[in-house]
């Protein structure tokens, strides 16, 4: 069994050391532990130092991709060598190495199809307590929207089995975390978590500049991906607020209209029939979403098996070679 590790890096050269050194090479289970780094068009000396240090694979973007494009990236060059577990970890050193045997225990064991290290955060003393509080509140909502336990959601540590690698779809462009759990949680596969340490902040995160940036781009992507999965419970929720609103209204206007005679109020009447139609309207949305939902669902299908024959295809030509 063969285990990579990957590493999206940009101008990591100076962590980027003391990241690759904490990965242990010998793991119960594990035949193969090889290390990959993606260069998101790094300024630095990333790629040089990589070399220096003797990382296995060298991925090079041409120009700064951002974060979740490099992720996707690196795990379809992880395929590509072979690889029948990956981990991800971040390049700054944050998270500890000596942590990825358990990490990738519980697939291992095939009790788990990807594995999310808890951070604790809680109990990190570098985090502010608005971060511990965002972190809790942000948590919370992707295991509703999720529908799996995670106590720590935007954790960039994780194990991903070979399978749910190839099953996977990131499509956004800011972050991969969050929306990697709820397609997990929709395509029911099986996550878990287990405890991990971090190491000492080596400097700011360079994901996002201010925390109301963060907090808007990760509401959008959980809106997003949530309505990609769940289009018509998602616009049927919309259209029932909509039509709980017009209603209110309505009923003023009725009421005036049989204690007064009818006078006035035209504005309540009108004002409540537009919000029942925008309500109609956000249904009929929602069944047309859901109708191309699953479309959507065939072409994820045929991508697999897409994704699965170009692996084939390559172990064949190496076999020759």
Request: charged share 20%.
């Amino acid at each position: 069994m063969k285990l990579i590790v990957q590493i999206p890096c940009y101008n990591e050269e100076h962590t980027l050391p003391q990241t690759v050194a904490d990965i242990p090479r010998e793991i119960e289970g594990i035949d193969v532990v090889e290390v990959l780094i993606i260069d998101d068009g790094s300024t630095d000396r990333t790629v040089e130092v990589a070399k220096e240090i003797g990382v296995d694979h060298i991925i090079c973007n041409k120009a700064n991709m951002g974060l979740a494009r490099t992720f996707r990236r690196g795990i379809w060059a992880c395929l590509e060598r072979g690889a029948d577990v990956i981990v991800n970890t971040d390049g700054d050193n944050q998270y500890a190495g000596w942590d990825i045997p358990a990490l990738v225990q519980p697939i291992i064991r095939g009790e788990a199809d990807i594995v999310v290290g808890n951070r604790q955060t809680h109990l990190v003393p570098h985090f502010s307590p608005m971060k511990k509080r965002l972190q809790k509140v942000g948590s919370w909502v992707v295991r509703r929207l999720s529908g799996l336990q995670i106590p720590d959601a935007v954790s960039g540590f994780r194990a991903i089995s070979r399978d749910s690698a190839i099953k996977l779809n990131i499509v956004s462009s800011f972050s991969y975390t969050i929306e990697m759990l709820i397609q997990a949680g929709k395509r029911n596969m099986k996550v878990t978590s287990v405890p991990v340490e971090t190491n000492a902040k080596t400097r700011e995160s360079r994901l996002f500049k201010s925390i109301p940036r963060f907090i808007g781009r990760s509401l959008s992507t959980m809106v997003r991906v949530y309505a990609m999965y769940q289009p018509l419970r998602f616009f049927f929720y919309i259209g029932t607020v909509l039509a709980l609103i017009g209603i209110v209204p309505i009923i003023r206007f009725l009421y005036f209209y049989f204690s007064t005679g009818g006078a006035g109020h035209m504005q309540s009447l009108v004002l409540g029939g537009v919000l029942l139609m925008m309500g109609f309207v956000a249904y009929l949305a929602g069944l047309l979403a859901d109708l191309i939902s699953f479309n959507r669902q065939i072409l994820e299908m045929t991508l697999e098996k897409v994704k699965l024959q170009e692996l084939r295809d390559q172990e064949t030509s190496a076999e020759r070679e």
